[in-house]
Structures are given as C-alpha cells and as structure tokens.
C-alpha cells in the first residue's frame, strides 16, 4: 500500500469514529434530557423523581466531559501520528540512548507517561468536581496521588519485563514470534487472574474476612445449591474512594474468592445480596468466563498475527508519520503504532461484542431468579441503579456501542417474566 493513501485512509477512520462517538454521545445527552422529569412507568413506585434527576444529571455531565476528552484524544493521537510526535520522541531518545533495547522500552515507557500526564488533569477534575458534585467521591487528593504514584510503581513493576521479553521474542523468535509472544501474553493473563487478589489488590484496598454470620450461612447455602466453590467471603473498603458499590469474583479454581464492597453491604438486605451473588455466580456456572477469556484469546491472536504483518510493512511506519529506523529495530515502534491505530479502526464493531456481553447478562438474571427470588434481584437492581444514579434512560443507540449490561428496564421486564 502506498503511504499517503494509508495516511488518507486512517485520517478518514479517525474523523469517522470521532463523528460517530460525538454523535453518540450527544443523542445520549438528548434522550437523558428528554425523560429527566418522568420515571419511567415501572419504576415509578420504587425511585423518587428527585434521584432519577440525579442519575440524569450525573450522566449527562461524564458524558459532556467524554465529549472534551474524545476530541482531546484525537488531537494527542493526530499529534503522535500524522503530526510527526512520535518521529519527534524517536529521534530524541535515539540521540541519548541509541537504538538499543534500551531505545525501544524507553519510547514506550515515554509515550505511556506522556498519554498519563495529559490524562491526569481530566481524571483529577472526575474525581474531585464531579463525582465530588454528586456525593459519590471519598478520595482525599493525598490518596489520588498516593495510588498514582503505586500504580505507576506496579506498572512499571510488571510491564517493563513483559515489554522486554515481547521485544526480544519480536526481534528473535523468526517470522511466527506473534505466536510465541501471544502464547507469552495468554499465559501472563493467566498468571495475573491468579495472583492479582493476593498480591496486587491489598496494595489499594483492604479486605477482610465476612464476618456477619447470618449473611455468611445465606451465601455459602446458595453456593452449595449451585456447587460452587469458594476459598473465602470478603470485605472490601470500597467507601475510601467511593460512594458507588460493587461485589466481583477473583481468582480460578479453587482460589475463587468472593468479595463486596462495604458500601454495597450497607445499602442491600441480605436477600438482596443473596440475588446478586447468585447472578455472579451464574456468569461462572453458565461459562460465560471462560468463554470471555476464550474469545479474548482468539482476538489476541488474530490481531497479534496483524501485528507480525504490519511490522514488517514500511508503509505502515510512514503512513502514520514515522520513519522506520534502518540500522535499528522498530518493534517498539510498530507495537505504539499498531495500539495506537488499532481502536480507530474497530470502534465501529463494539456493537457485536456488546450484543454476546448482553446475551449472558439475561442468562445470568435467569440462573438468579432459579436459584433465589427474583424480586429480591429485582429489588436490589433498584437500589444499585438508584445509588449508582445510573441512568434508566440511556439513548438505544449509545447503549449499543457503550453499555455491556442491557437497560434496566429491559433487564427487570425479562426477570418479571421469569
């Protein structure tokens, strides 16, 4: 492919996913204010007019704040590319450090601490404006940056050896290393999903052991009407940093561990909580985890496959505005290409995915309701929605691209039938 014309085609895909998220998002803000003083019908005796103003409000403002961060991200992304940053970054570092492997994990790690830095002032202003605005946010500015400064130290940590051993099996392992480092990559996730809850988690949060006795004889009843498997119940102080609450699985196998968010516990009976572990656990019984992580898998794969063709293409470097280095190699610069163009050119395909997240989000509402009460789950999706402020009328079409989890109304008209 010609250069120009690879330029003139991503240029195009930019301005069109740029459009249609823009689009998107302003549809979304239109139907939010067009129902934001009518519940909607079903939920009319369960939330106050008061809170689904709020949910409104509070979805119409993160939506006008994702509109300025799309057009700033596209102008970053036209910045690095076409606009010559990276070619900038390259020549730069290449003057102080050379062209070794050195070179290669110093331009990724830039470019990460670039992208984070023009992140920071936008994530700072979510934090302590709006979610300030809305009650939600009990994060101190101590303790923003606190976890900035441990996640930068945990990232580092583990993926500048992941980014080393990628960049050597992209420069040593011959025409199929995209097979070697996505067998890498798979079992890195692997890996992760093991140790995350021991040994990352309790760097930002602490857990302990669930210690209501009545609730704790309800949830290991229902895992043993279902015959699943836990290594432990836990506590986790969610309410340092927010008001929203939250429960999730960790692990595989038998070091499955359950664990809520204390401000989910304080809000929801136990028979609510009840119905919404008994949805989690329907996820794991049904395997739509195993099929997610499968599915992931094969994506990798295919786009790794990609990669191992593009890296190899000059016009690939140059129609993204940079210019391969001939005495050196550019692995580190095609993987930074590749991410960076990559989302531009699958956006338009979010809704497939979002269609299989959905099919097993009414799979999981089922196994709830067979296996407690759906009106507890029912009741609890209420609550959660109303304490989240999520919205009960989001935009059809936004939700589509955005939203893995189907309308709340959708979802208690299918549990109603159930």
């Not at 979010?350 to 089922?366: G, H, Q, V, W, Y």
Request: hydrophobic share 50%; aromatic share 12%.
């Amino acid at each position: 492919m010609d250069p120009t014309h690879f330029s003139l085609l991503f240029a195009a895909f930019l301005l069109v996913t740029l459009g249609v998220k823009l689009w998107l998002a302003t549809r979304h803000i239109r139907h939010i204010a067009n129902h934001r003083d009518t519940v909607p019908a079903q939920f009319a005796q369960k939330i106050p007019l008061a809170a689904h103003q709020k949910a409104a409000d509070y979805t119409i403002a993160k939506t006008q704040l994702k509109i300025v961060l799309l057009v700033v991200n596209a102008v970053v992304l036209l910045g690095f590319t076409l606009l010559g940053g990276l070619q900038w970054l390259s020549v730069t570092l290449g003057e102080f450090v050379g062209s070794s492997m050195i070179y290669q994990i110093t331009l990724i790690a830039a470019v990460s601490v670039i992208s984070n830095v023009i992140d920071l002032p936008f994530d700072y202003y979510k934090q302590f404006t709006l979610e300030e605005k809305f009650g939600f946010n009990k994060m101190t500015p101590s303790l923003f940056f606190t976890d900035l400064i441990k996640q930068t130290l945990v990232g580092a940590a583990i993926g500048l050896p992941l980014i080393w051993v990628t960049l050597t099996v992209m420069d040593k392992a011959g025409t199929y290393w995209w097979l070697y480092a996505w067998l890498i990559w798979c079992g890195f996730q692997v890996l992760m999903l093991g140790f995350y809850q021991n040994l990352i988690a309790p760097l930002f949060n602490k857990f302990t052991p669930l210690d209501d006795d009545s609730l704790k004889s309800r949830i290991e009843g229902l895992m043993q009407r279902v015959g699943f498997a836990s290594k432990g119940l836990f506590v986790m102080d969610g309410s340092r940093r927010s008001a929203h609450g939250n429960a999730y699985f960790s692990g595989f196998g038998a070091a499955k561990r359950i664990v809520f968010f204390d401000t989910l516990l304080s809000r929801l009976a136990p028979n609510e909580i009840e119905a919404v572990l008994a949805h989690e656990l329907g996820h794991f019984k049904l395997n739509h985890v195993i099929k997610r992580i499968a599915v992931m898998f094969i994506i990798s794969l295919g786009f790794l496959a990609l990669l191992g063709y593009l890296k190899n293409q000059t016009w690939f470097y140059l129609g993204l505005g940079v210019t391969p280095m001939l005495d050196a190699g550019n692995d580190a610069m095609a993987l930074i290409l590749f991410m960076m163009a990559l989302p531009v050119f699958t956006f338009l395909f979010a809704p497939l995915l979002s269609i299989t997240s959905r099919k097993n989000e009414f799979e999981a509402d089922a196994f709830a309701a067979k296996h407690s009460n759906s009106q507890d789950l029912i009741s609890a999706l209420v609550k959660l929605y109303e304490d989240n402020a999520s919205t009960l009328t989001p935009d059809p079409l936004h939700s589509a691209f955005y939203d893995s989890h189907p309308p709340a109304s959708v979802r208690i008209q299918r549990l109603l039938g159930a």
